[in-house]
């Protein structure tokens, strides 16, 4: 499982419950998992993590605001 499949699980699941997910919190670990998964991908995205990092090159995923360095991954 991706940690795009991840993200958009745990989101379905808030939603389902009738929550409005807006953050998505991203222990390191998932911050290098979720750049090698845009860095295969390629494409421009991929072209400004190699000239940025992933952490200025990406904002929001999957319409949810990142916020880097957390304690543990969660969607709220």
Known sequence: MTLKDR?????????RQGGQPRQ???RPADA??????????????GHAIMQAGVGKAV????GLQIVWKSARFSVV
């Open 7 to 15: 993200i958009a699980a745990a989101a379905a699941e808030i939603s």
């Open 59 to 62: 904002s929001r995923i999957l």
């Open 32 to 45: 290098i998992q979720l750049q090698y998964e845009l860095l295969a991908e390629g494409g421009e995205v």
């Open 24 to 26: 998505v919190h991203l």
